[in-house]
């Protein structure tokens, strides 16, 4: 589409109840990033309340009319992912505000690639919009969908806002929180505010009434208010305004002491594992376990469907199911069915756990189940992560049938990481859901549970070490690519399970050209591999003041670690380097530290152990000015392909633990560029 243009969906699709957008945008540092707004508007183009302005703190409609998902990693890079069901909109809003904005001070003309793409309920995508020279704004407007007859349509925009989100909200109707900046400085970035509500791992008993505060929220103290006398009528409650500042987000409490007399007895579980013999039995029980917590924890339910299109209703689950098929019935692992206004959207799930993978006329045979059914989906779900233009099982759809049916996959890393936010971070109902969340964490965790997320490098991984040893591995080698795509699933997995400990967003950086084909990406960089031996990968995680970069040398068996930290911009190098130090007082002392100087050349470098008596030792000697520092950990890599004590995996996950909690989580945010999100004074 060109800016301006506008389309009718009914004429682009007939499963346009549910429609997903999508708003992705690439940087060529790799540390560019935006945040995604809805905005509901009447005829008379202001919402009706402040809560139809959906953002990062406000991501949820209560009926599920819309749904902000978050950040999801692409071929090219991420992209923000927002649902919505138009059947849910509330009759008077009239249009949905599809908008993004940066942060203090950072502009849309620095970032590239800039589109919106638009997807019906099966998955299809129905429309795409690039927005081309957005112009020095904080805030863009990339499109809207508008009810026109009754039908829904969606119109280009592609219009740019200065004054940021705060500027934007306000021009739609929204009242913004002006003390928001005030109490963001009040309220230092490391302080916590303690919540007084938490679950903890010896929580006795579920409640028998459920309460409707969110469980890890933070609760203000009430100040002391004299009591208005009888003859005077009480002052009118003003409801909170939104606020364009992030919140903060709390971590729980420590688990209280345990009453066991010693180690070796076990808390009862609700979900035992250990029992388990054969992997029918823990495809089976996985399964059970997964969907009866979806029913029972609306929030966690909701947060896995939401991306698949499934509409916000009823839900409820069933396991076992038999469905005719010929001389030979089916019976998939799982269905998933949600109502909403006296419609049904309905899900076969096919479950695998520990390496087991997907067969591929299993889900086929699914497929044609579900469209000769009118089922709207087929969700795989297994320890595979599955990767852009490379399916984990290829399916062929009847061109001859009208309905479409759209395939998910959902690997058990991204349950866990769902799990971990929601009881973490983000905080659920009550005690009743946060308990049933940590027992399937538990479960899932459990070692005879089969679902422990991507645990092989594949057979390609010891034949490409052992050529990359010998100098015997040529380009164009598959195996090759094999690894690669070994890599790309472990760098994801780690993310998540980063992400949700950290409760920041965590995400893979791609540095290929927005719109290349996946598959000559990684063919390139497979070609890399063969040359220099080397499996390399960044991570961005929100709120630090740089790039975790990642590297696995098959060459020499290394793995390192590291982060690139911009220099202040005012003061000495000699107080720069002096401060770093300080940062890194218990950092481990075999820390690399380097200086980065102008034009790239090599700066001075040394051990943390070496540098902490003299730091002036990171001062180039001939005055050539710095830029930053890289710091540094290496440690051994893992041998073999899987997750054992010496494994390959096991060795990158622990690299990577011990880099961010001893070092990039002591490193002073102020160095780095602005990150913080946008206040509404700044409007």
């Not at 609760?219 to 909170?240: F, G, H, I, N, R």
């Not at 029980?285 to 991306?307: D, H, I, K, N």
């Not at 059914?373 to 009208?402: F, M, Q």
């Amino acid at each position: 589409m060109v800016k301006g243009a506008n389309v009718s969906l009914a004429a682009l699709s007939e499963d346009v109840g549910s429609v997903m957008v999508r708003l992705s945008w690439s940087s060529p540092t790799g540390e560019g990033d935006a945040d995604v707004s809805v905005l509901l508007l009447t005829a008379d183009g202001k919402v009706r309340s402040d809560g139809d302005f959906y953002f990062y703190n406000n991501p949820v409609a209560a009926d599920g009319s819309v749904q902000l998902l978050g950040k999801a990693p692409t071929a090219d890079g991420n992209e923000d992912r927002i649902t919505f069901d138009l059947t849910a909109i509330p009759a008077d809003a009239e249009r949905i505000v599809v908008a993004a904005s940066r942060y203090e001070g950072a502009r849309f003309s620095d970032l590239h690639d800039l589109c919106l793409t638009l997807a019906d309920g099966a998955g299809e995508s129905l429309l795409r919009f690039s927005v081309e020279n957005p112009g020095e704004v904080g805030a863009l407007l990339f499109g809207e969908l508008y009810r026109r007859g009754g039908d829904w349509k969606f119109r280009a925009i592609g219009q740019g806002y200065e004054s940021g989100l705060a500027g934007l909200a306000t021009d739609f109707g929204v009242d913004i929180d002006d003390d928001a900046e005030r109490e963001a400085v009040e309220k230092p970035e490391g302080h916590a505010v303690p919540a007084p509500e938490t679950w903890s791992e010896s929580l006795p008993a579920i409640p028998a009434q459920a309460t409707s505060e969110r469980l890890l929220a933070p609760v203000p103290c009430t100040p002391l208010v004299p009591s208005v006398p009888p003859d005077q009528p009480e002052a009118k409650t003003v409801p909170p305004r939104p606020r364009t500042a992030k919140k903060k987000v709390t971590l729980p409490k420590v688990a209280k002491k345990s009453l066991a007399e010693n180690d070796a007895w076990r808390v009862a579980r609700l979900f035992p594992a250990s029992a388990l013999k054969s992997d029918r039995e823990r495809e089976t029980r996985a399964t059970s376990v997964l969907l009866s917590v979806m029913t029972q924890v609306p929030e966690f339910g909701r947060r896995l469907t939401a991306g698949f299109g499934a509409p916000s209703g009823r839900m409820e689950t069933f396991t076992e199911v038999t469905l005719p098929n010929g001389d030979s019935p089916r019976r998939p692992d799982g269905v998933i069915r949600v109502e909403r206004a006296g419609k049904l959207w309905t899900a076969l799930v096919e479950t695998k756990t520990n390496g087991n993978s997907l067969k591929q006329d299993q889900v086929q045979a699914y497929a044609d189940i579900a469209a000769r059914r009118g089922y709207e989906a087929v969700i795989t779900l297994s320890n595979d992560v599955e990767l852009d233009g490379s399916p984990l099982v290829e399916v062929k759809a009847d061109g001859r049938r009208k309905h479409k049916v759209a395939l998910w996959h959902l690997s058990w890393a991204e349950v866990a990481h769902q799990a971990q936010m929601l009881i973490r971070h983000e905080g659920v109902g009550n005690a009743a859901h946060a308990w049933l969340l940590q027992e399937l964490l538990h479960y899932l965790q459990h070692e005879n549970s089969g679902c422990h997320g991507f645990q092989n490098m594949g057979p390609a991984w010891v034949p490409v070490r052992n050529g990359i040893d010998d100098e015997t591995l040529c380009q164009g080698d598959s195996r090759a690519v094999d690894v690669v795509e070994s890599w790309e699933r472990l760098v994801r997995q780690v993310c998540l399970r980063l992400g949700g400990e950290l409760g920041q967003k965590v995400l893979p950086v791609q540095r290929a050209k927005r719109g290349s084909d996946p598959r000559t990406r990684r063919a390139a960089l497979a070609d890399q591999l063969c040359a220099d031996g080397r499996l390399e990968a960044e991570l961005r995680i929100d709120g630090t003041p740089g790039i975790l970069a990642l590297c696995a040398d098959l060459r020499t068996g290394k793995l390192r670690t590291s982060i690139e930290i911009p220099a202040p911009e005012q003061g000495y190098p000699l107080t720069w380097a002096k401060r770093l130090v300080r940062q890194l007082a218990d950092a481990p002392a075999d820390l690399h530290v380097e200086a980065l100087l102008v034009g790239q050349a090599p700066g001075p470098r040394g051990t943390l152990e070496r540098l902490r008596p003299e730091p002036a030792d990171l001062l180039p000697k001939d005055g050539t000015p710095i830029t930053g520092f890289r710091l540094s950990l290496f440690r051994g890599m893992g041998n073999t392909r899987g997750n054992a004590e010496s494994g390959f995996i096991r060795s990158v996950d622990e690299s990577v633990d011990r880099f961010h909690a001893h070092v990039v989580a002591h490193l002073d945010r102020r160095t780095s560029p602005s990150r913080t999100r946008e206040t509404a004074a700044t409007g």
